[in-house]
């Protein structure tokens, strides 16, 4: 029941601060969207920041494995491909959470900033090491970056803009960019 409950915050949390945004979601607008009390957000998490360190926690583990497992026993463009193929797959699985990273991963002072720096580390430390690997002349971080980023906002594009185009469309448009 406990962690039923605990996943109920975390979802309503979710949908509410991809929708909303962070500061404009208050720990009465979770519970009641969750049909929590008030205290079983405290209980569950101690406070609204302790709740948005394991949102962003949760979502780079999921999202680092995802990328990880897509790109294992792969290398050079093949593995582009499947890193590509695979976040825009985890955009459209997830896009409370792809808003949530967009939004949060350029803004300090937060609480949860750390978690932000994993999502950075992590998932694109995956897609670093496979340009790494299929580009050894070109600067592995900033190419990376610009690749997840790219990869990202397109998929966001995509989900709120052409949700008719299929994620074949959306992963060739985002690999001709790279080509």
Do not use: C
Not at 64 to 78: F, I, K, S, V, Y
Not at 82 to 89: M, P, R, S, T
């Amino acid at each position: 029941m406990a962690s039923s409950t605990r996943q109920h915050i975390v979802d309503a949390a979710l949908a509410l601060v991809a929708d909303r945004g962070v500061a404009a979601t208050s720990v009465d607008d979770i519970a009641a969207a969750a049909g929590v009390a008030k205290g079983s957000v405290f209980y569950n998490f101690g406070s609204k920041e302790a709740l948005f360190e394991a949102i962003i926690a949760e979502g780079v583990g999921r999202l680092t494995a995802a990328l990880r497992a897509a790109a294992a026993g792969l290398e050079g463009r093949a593995a582009i491909e499947a890193l590509v193929g695979e976040l825009l797959a985890q955009v459209q699985a997830h896009p409370d959470f792809a808003r949530l990273a967009v939004a949060e991963a350029f803004r300090t002072g937060r609480t949860w900033q750390d978690s932000i720096r994993q999502l950075r580390e992590d998932a694109m430390g995956t897609f670093a090491a496979v340009v790494a690997s299929a580009w050894p002349e070109r600067d592995a971080s900033l190419t990376a970056a610009g690749l997840f980023g790219a990869t990202l906002v397109a998929g966001l594009d995509w989900l709120v803009f052409q949700p008719e185009r299929s994620l074949a469309d959306v992963r060739e448009a985002v690999l001709a960019t790279v080509r």
